[in-house]
C-alpha cells in the first residue's frame, strides 16, 4: 500500500523556472526527509523537517511542512540543469520512528 | 570519511540463476538496510539490521532472497533463485541511530539485469 503520494511524477522544464513538487499522506508523521537522487548514485539528504508549519531553506530549494504534519512540499527557484533529478520525499509515522516510508518520487529534468 | 561501499555495480544473470550483492557501511554505523529499487521509483525496504539482528524482513521475498550480517559490519544479500521481476538497483544504506528521523547514506547501487 503507498501511503506516500508525490506529484507530480514526471515534471520538465526549463532552466530559470521555479518548480513545486507535493509530499501528500492521509497519516500524520513525526518527520519528514526529501531526498535528491541522481543516475548512477544512491539518494542523498537534503532536509529533515519535524515541527508542523516548519519552513527550511537551502539555497534556492525551499521546504515546508504542513501545520497537520500531513503534507509537505519542495519548492524550486529559478531552476538550474544541476537540479535535475529524482526527488523523493520519506516520512516517519509518529509512534514507529524506526520506519521509514518512501514516495514513489518525482522526477525533474532541466533543460538548459 | 568513507561512504557505503557496494558491490558488484552491475551484474546481468539469466533467469533462475542465483546472485549475491555486498555492502560495507559506514563505519560505527549500527543499522544497515537493503532496497529494491525499479527505474524511476521510491526504493522499497527489504530488510533492515539493528547491529547483526534483524528489525525488520516484513517485505523481504524469503522462498527467494536472504540477507545477513555477520558481525554486525559487512552484509551480504542473496537471491536464488532469480525472476525477471528481480531486475532492479538494489541499494545499501547505513545510519547511525536507526530511527526514521536520522539520515540515511546510501551506496551506489547494484544495477541487477536478469534475461
Known amino acids: 500500500t503507498q501511503l506516500l503520494e508525490q506529484s507530480p511524477q514526471f515534471l520538465s522544464i526549463q532552466e530559470g523556472e521555479n518548480l513545486t513538487v507535493y509530499c501528500n499522506s492521509s497519516?500524520?508523521?513525526?518527520?519528514l526527509q526529501w531526498y535528491r537522487q541522481e543516475p548512477g548514485e544512491g539518494p542523498v539528504l537534503l532536509v529533515t523537517v519535524v515541527t508542523g508549519g516548519e519552513v527550511k531553506k537551502l539555497k534556492r530549494l525551499t521546504f515546508q511542512f504542513g501545520d497537520a504534519r500531513k503534507d509537505s512540499s519542495l519548492h524550486i527557484t529559478a531552476a538550474q540543469p544541476g537540479d535535475t533529478g529524482l526527488y523523493l520525499c520519506a516520512g516517519a509515522y509518529a509512534g514507529n520512528n524506526r520506519k521509514l516510508i518512501w514516495g514513489l518520487g518525482t522526477s525533474l529534468a532541466v533543460n538548459p | 570519511e568513507a561512504g557505503v561501499a557496494q558491490s558488484p555495480r552491475y551484474k546481468i544473470i539469466e533467469k533462475r540463476q542465483s546472485v549475491a550483492f555486498w555492502c560495507n557501511p559506514i563505519?560505527?554505523?549500527?543499522?544497515l538496510y537493503w532496497y529494491q529499487q525499479i527505474l524511476g521509483q521510491g526504493p522499497k525496504l527489504l530488510i533492515q539490521f539493528q547491529n547483526n539482528g534483524v528489525v525488520d524482513d516484513s517485505q523481504l521475498p524469503k522462498d527467494r532472497f536472504s540477507a545477513e550480517r555477520l558481525k554486525g559490519v559487512d552484509s551480504t544479500l542473496k537471491i536464488q533463485p532469480a525472476k525477471l521481476e528481480d531486475s532492479a538497483v538494489y541499494l545499501c544504506a547505513s545510519s547511525v541511530t536507526g530511527t526514521a528521523t536520522g539520515e540515511l547514506f546510501f551506496g551506489e547501487g547494484s544495477r541487477l539485469t536478469v534475461l
Open positions: 497519516s500524520v508523521f513525526s518527520s
Open positions: 563505519s560505527g554505523h549500527a543499522t
